[in-house]
């Protein structure tokens, strides 16, 4: 049977009808991100990529980070704090259910601080928790949190996510199949390939505006570009390629947000392994860096030079720059003082990241022209996280710390890059006692100021985030108040 023209019409106008609906109903994103996480559990790792795809997206805490940095309700909808400062009575959301269908309680709560702060605790951030002297379940809505000294950035530290809460009957199969209170379930993970969330039809907040989202994890930069310039992913968060960024800004078809992070990429520096636990010979490895010819070279210009262990957008940051200026006379003049004129060899090891990749090779090249020579390794992240994180097997590495507002990692001597001041711990724990805002503004400089002085780490540039996306997505993050891709209130435009 043949149709009139009449006919024919018709249905190309239903046809064409039924594809700008579908367009319009488009609830499903594709975002790709360069590294993947080892596992899947936030409260027993180190790897920022686990909180890059389940951050608010799986997990919740009882307080939570917003785009612009602030700290905000989560899982507990109030609280109140005594007198002393040292007890926080939290008042849990009702109605809040786990994934597996299971209610939200008190009891899970306790669950997890007390697994947090436990002695055999794999938590990678372990330090958050150790101020907490008591977890009391006092009804299925309340905890009560005792510390045993007041903290003012407790309501901070509990918005990490490594304070998630997660539900005791779930642990055992948590790095494989997380069970969280998001707005997305997990569902699948393609090892080597992706990570695929839906929607929780049984939100407690407000629903996510996406039906699906499907994190790929694509390591390589030429493969990067690839990918976003045939539109195979929807947006890639942390672009590895930022030469490319022009072409994308210049294609009506993309969106390019270049936002700020929490991350200070350091050449982190083993401070007990000789000759590098000598000052002198710190000084001169920061002395021989040349900060700006790295942020140019890894990161076309990307990047803010840093002196110091703290992120330039916040109001207590203390320029130090000038305290380790590129001076690589000076660097050769420190080394013959500290018995290396003719200079030393030592380990180099670079996980994947382009910054550290490529920064690298540049680094490399101006320790060599001082004397010290280096041997690179490139390391896969999870090699990194054993070998250094874990193992302090190394010399020099790259990496940037994108945990916000971490410089108490450096009270912390059993921490990797081994640095241990009984002045600056003092510091810190004068810091954590102190509510008085311009009191803690003064402490935060000094403990700048001394980790500068000391030449712990190699301190190079705030790491910059460019992510690039498809022009009609919607809601992503520009700036990285925390290592997360925060999906709950991304769509597209009709």
């Known amino acids: 049977?043949?149709?009139?023209?009449?006919?024919?019409?018709?249905?190309?106008?239903?046809?064409?009808?039924?594809?700008?609906?579908?367009?319009?109903?488009?609830?499903?994103?594709?975002?790709?991100?360069?590294?993947?996480?080892?596992?899947?559990?936030?409260?027993?790792?180190?790897?920022g990529a686990i909180d890059s795809v389940l951050y608010s997206n799986v997990f919740e805490g009882l307080t939570r980070f917003g785009p612009?940095?602030?700290?905000?309700?989560?899982?507990?909808?109030?609280?109140?704090?005594?007198?002393?400062?040292?007890?926080?009575?939290?008042?849990?959301?009702?109605?809040?259910?786990?994934?597996?269908?299971?209610?939200?309680?008190?009891?899970?709560?306790?669950?997890?601080?007390?697994?947090?702060?436990?002695?055999?605790?794999?938590?990678?951030?372990?330090?958050?928790?150790?101020?907490?002297?008591?977890?009391?379940?006092?009804?299925?809505?309340?905890?009560?949190?005792?510390l045993s000294a007041p903290n003012g950035s407790f309501?901070?530290?509990?918005?990490?996510?490594?304070?998630?809460?997660?539900a005791p009957e779930t642990i055992a199969d948590i790095k494989s199949n997380p069970v969280g209170t998001g707005a997305f379930k997990f569902s699948n993970w393609v090892q080597g390939d992706r990570i695929e969330l839906e929607k929780n039809?049984?939100?407690?907040?407000?629903?996510?505006?996406?039906?699906?989202?499907?994190?790929?994890?694509?390591?390589d930069p030429t493969a990067a570009f690839a990918a976003v310039m045939a539109e195979d992913v929807n947006a890639f968060v942390g672009f590895p390629a930022p030469e490319n960024l022009p072409q994308f800004e210049a294609d009506p078809r993309f969106q390019v947000l270049v936002g700020s992070t929490e991350g200070e990429t350091i050449l982190s520096t083993n401070n007990k392994l000789p000759p590098l636990d000598d000052l002198n010979v710190r000084k001169a490895i920061a002395h021989a860096i040349d900060r700006q010819a790295i942020i140019d070279g890894a990161m076309f210009g990307y990047?803010?030079?840093?002196?110091?262990?703290?992120?330039?957008?916040n109001p207590d940051y203390v320029d130090l720059t000038a305290n380790s200026a590129y001076d690589p006379e000076l660097s050769k003049k420190l080394l013959a003082e500290a018995g290396h004129a003719d200079g030393f060899k030592t380990t180099l090891k670079l996980p994947p990241p382009s910054y550290a990749r490529r920064g690298g090779e540049i680094i490399a090249a101006q320790l060599r022209a001082v004397g010290i020579e280096t041997e690179i390794s490139n390391l896969e992240w999870a090699q990194w996280l054993e070998q250094v994180f874990k193992g302090k097997d190394y010399g020099l590495t790259i990496v940037s710390h994108t945990e916000p507002m971490d410089i108490g990692i450096y009270a912390r001597p059993d921490y990797y890059f081994q640095y241990d001041s009984a002045d600056f711990q003092k510091i810190f724990e004068d810091l954590t006692r102190e509510n008085d805002p311009e009191k803690r503004s003064d402490l935060l400089k000094q403990a700048q100021e001394m980790i500068s002085n000391d030449y712990v780490n190699g301190y190079l540039f705030q790491l910059a985030f460019p992510t690039v996306a498809n022009a009609k997505v919607k809601g992503l993050w520009e700036n990285q108040p925390t290592q997360a891709t925060d999906l709950t209130g991304v769509y597209w435009e009709d």
């Open 201 to 219: 039809a049984d939100y407690w907040g407000e629903p996510a505006k996406l039906d699906k989202a499907t994190f790929k994890f694509i390591s």
């Open 303 to 313: 990047g803010t030079p840093i002196g110091t262990h703290f992120a330039p957008h």
């Open 1 to 47: 049977m043949r149709l009139s023209k009449f006919g024919s019409g018709l249905i190309s106008i239903l046809a064409l009808t039924a594809s700008i609906g579908l367009a319009h109903a488009k609830s499903d994103i594709v975002v790709a991100m360069q590294l993947e996480p080892p596992h899947l559990d936030p409260t027993s790792a180190a790897a």
């Open 155 to 166: 309501l901070f530290n509990m918005a990490w996510g490594d304070a998630v809460i997660v």
């Open 68 to 146: 612009d940095g602030s700290v905000n309700p989560g899982l507990a909808e109030s609280w109140t704090i005594s007198e002393d400062g040292k007890t926080y009575s939290f008042k849990l959301r009702p109605d809040v259910k786990f994934h597996d269908g299971t209610d939200l309680t008190a009891d899970d709560v306790k669950f997890s601080l007390d697994r947090a702060r436990a002695d055999d605790s794999a938590n990678a951030q372990k330090a958050l928790f150790s101020g907490i002297e008591s977890v009391e379940v006092v009804d299925p809505l309340t905890v009560k949190v005792t």
